[in-house]
């Protein structure tokens, strides 16, 4: 090594460098370099987004909003889609919201230095990295089949908590962090406790940090896939949970194959209906129904709507949508994606295109916050 | 007497709180436990039916198959092979953004190309995916004749578009966290700009450098969606990008898609899988975490 050394060290000295010139003219292009690498990630969300439009646009109607999943692409919509996605949501946010705060609240002002809670700081920062669909697992084996709570609303809700709880927590820690000291010994000083301290002054100060976390957390349980699959949130739900209030409803899920298209046309079903409502049959035809009647109904045959607004409304209570069956907006989304006619395609854009702006428009709010956030507070 | 009263009433609260605070935030540990749990005692059933030797060395994986074989050689081809193409994408393209950023650009251009890449990151997955096999797989097609509807080079080079934010933005705060006399004293030997950044500050900032391409690799790993519906969920040997095949997590969800019939061996595949998965994202977490942690202490 040393004799290679002694030979290069002169030669290191000796050799032309390269002009003034050509090198400030390789600093220039870099930047050039860098633009490129820098429109390439920006171009993809042009590309992604002129795809979805190009693709979908035209099937963003009001209808397509307000229609069930159907077997019959002209008429199909993501009712049940947005709906389950809203509900899901607004149960996650219930669950994470409140046991992230806490918790970052905790690792910041109160936890002592010692092995338990380096084991939380360790347990949180892993948990950010495990991939999405070992908490699908994990829903499935602890609370599909140990707890009982099913394939339901909650089960789905629990899970996407869990995963943005370390968002959550890693936000509300950052936002806590940034509170100044002297507010904290101000408080203190004039006699409040620990928690008065942190209740009345340093969370409301952190509260703008700690929105952009959750904003952010929110719209990646909006966005996720994976571990609804795993517990099984249903690709083809022509109910809303809302309108389904302890109803013995039409059980033909069954014999629907995957795409909602009947297994056997011929063979038939006599069932109960409970709520006035009109049936679809296989063949896209309408039926009206009354309650309290039984009919024989095709395989195939599906509810589309088992009450209506006003008994939605007048049965409404949380436990009834806490364990209904759903479907989400990705899973509608991706459902539609794995099929092979051009029609089923143009929904799945249609579709993405609704996912796409939610979840942009969040993390741009997201963004926005953050940003007057650094510069709008200076200590 | 009421003051005395009200104190412990206060004194009583405090303790609760802080007692309330303590469980959400130890829950995290129960969570963690419970994942280890829930995989480790189903993929135990598993290896109790199937044996570890078999698991590792046979090169078939057909669990859905009369005559079932349960080798995760596929599955581990399949994830190696689309995590490669990402890298392959995201790594020159994050270290240019990140280099630019930090070295070139003023604080006006990084803070707003900073959060829009950022955007990014959020696109949901299902998006990337009917991204992957309605726009690129067509236009790789046009390059690459013969490239079949369903391939893994497709899903990895989105996949490594939506990893470029993470690694460009953990690359650039490692950069700029190299201390300001470093670049002034290669300025002053007469540097450009370019040369501090490729002699002076990248290597300084190398091990934080690596703990960002390795976070973007364990997302890549775990990476669900993209693969599922641009990939072909086609498990076997992967030897070129161009060809059909499942990931570890694309296996996964093909087995949730069907009617799974809980405790069936079928079922505990997925966890046994899952182990596997859980086990090489813990540790290139840990690692990309170690070497972070090392980058902050060495500065």
Redesign the interface.
């Known amino acids: 090594m040393a004799a290679v050394d002694t030979v290069e060290t002169p030669r290191d000295i000796t050799a032309h460098p390269p002009g003034l010139g050509v ?2 003219f ?2 220039a292009s ?2 050039v ?6 429109f ?3 171009g ?2 042009v ?2 987004v002129g ?2 439009v190009h ?1 979908g646009g035209h099937r963003l109607t009001a209808a397509f909003f307000m229609s069930f999943p159907s077997s019959d692409p002209a008429q199909a919509g993501i009712l049940s889609a947005w709906v389950g996605s809203i509900l899901v949501i607004v149960t996650t946010a219930f669950i994470a919201i ?3 705060v ?2 970052g ?3 910041e002002e ?2 002592p230095k010692n092995p ?1 809670t380096s ?2 700081e360790i ?5 950010a ?10 829903a ?3 609370f599909v ?1 140990m707890f009982g709570l099913g394939q339901s609303i909650l089960t789905a809700g629990i899970t996407l908590s ?1 995963l943005i ?2 968002v959550v ?1 890693v936000a509300t820690r950052e936002a806590v962090r940034g509170v100044p000291q002297e507010i904290r010994h101000a408080a203190l000083a004039v006699g409040a ?3 008065q301290t942190t209740h009345h002054h340093v969370l409301p100060y952190a509260l703008p940090g700690v929105v952009t976390g959750v904003i ?1 957390g929110i ?2 349980a ?5 571990p609804l ?2 517990i ?1 949130g249903l690709t083809f739900v022509a109910f809303l949970p809302i309108t389904r209030p302890g109803d013995a409803v039409f059980e033909t899920i069954g014999v629907l194959d ?1 795409y909602g298209a009947a297994v056997d046309p011929a063979a038939v079903e006599t069932v109960r209906i409970d709520h006035d409502g009109v049936v679809v049959l296989p063949d896209f035809t309408e039926m009206p129904v009354e309650a309290g009647q039984t009919y024989e109904l095709p395989h195939g045959s599906t509810v589309q709507s088992v009450a209506t607004w006003g008994d939605a409304i007048a049965s409404w209570s949380p436990t009834n949508w806490l364990g209904s069956e759903f479907t989400v907006m ?1 899973i509608q ?2 459902n539609w ?2 099929r092979p006619q051009a029609e089923f ?1 143009e929904l ?2 249609a579709a ?1 295109i609704v ?2 702006g939610i ?2 428009l ?3 709010t997201a ?1 926005w916050l ?2 007057r956030l650094r510069k709008s507070i200076k200590w | 007497m009421e003051r005395d009263f009200t104190r412990q009433r206060v004194r009583v609260s405090e303790r609760v709180m802080e007692g309330l605070l303590f469980v959400a935030a130890a829950l995290a540990i129960a969570i963690v436990g419970g994942i280890l749990y829930v995989v480790i005692s189903e993929a135990a059933k598993f290896f109790a039916q199937v044996s570890f030797i078999e698991f590792v060395t046979e090169t078939r994986w057909t669990p859905l198959f009369d005559d079932p074989h349960y080798g995760i050689a596929p599955l581990l081809t399949g994830t190696f092979m689309s995590t490669l193409v990402a890298l392959a994408v995201a790594v020159p393209l994050g270290l240019l953004v990140a280099i630019y950023l930090s070295e070139f650009a003023g604080p006006r251009t990084r803070e707003t190309i900073k959060p829009t890449l950022e955007l990014l990151a959020g696109v949901p997955t299902v998006v990337y995916g009917y991204f992957a096999l309605l726009f690129v797989t067509p236009l790789l097609q046009r390059v690459i004749p013969g490239l079949p509807g369903f391939n893994l080079l497709s899903a990895g080079v989105v996949m490594g578009l939506m990893i470029i934010p993470y690694i460009a933005s953990l690359s650039e705060d490692a950069m700029r966290a190299v201390p300001r006399s470093l670049r002034e004293g290669s300025f002053a030997m007469g540097a450009t700009r370019l040369e501090t950044a490729f002699r002076v500050v990248f290597p300084a900032a190398i091990s934080g450098v690596v703990g960002a391409i390795i976070l973007g690799m364990s997302r890549a790993v775990g990476e669900t969606m993209i693969v599922v519906i641009a990939g072909g969920q086609l498990p076997q040997i992967v030897t070129s990008p161009t060809m059909q095949g499942a990931t570890v997590t694309a296996f996964i969800a093909q087995v949730a898609l069907g009617d799974i019939a809980f405790g069936t061996l079928e079922y505990q595949s997925i966890f046994a899988a899952g182990l596997a998965l859980l086990f090489f994202t813990l540790v290139f977490n840990f690692i990309a975490f170690a070497l972070q942690r090392r980058f902050r202490e060495s500065y």
Do not use: C, H
């Open positions: 090198r400030r390789k600093d870099f930047i370099w860098g633009l490129i690498a820098t390439i990630g920006l993809t969300l590309a992604l795809e979805l693709d409140p046991i992230g806490l918790a609240v905790y690792l109160y936890a338990i084991a939380i347990a949180v920062n892993n948990l990295g495990v991939p999405s669909i070992i908490f699908g697992l994990l499935v084996g602890l089949q869990l709880l370390p927590i406790t620990k928690w952010i719209s990646r909006i966005g996720e896939t994976a699959i795993m099984g995957e990705p989304m991706f994606t794995s395609l799945a854009a993405g996912l796409l979840t942009l969040l993390n741009g963004i953050r940003y």
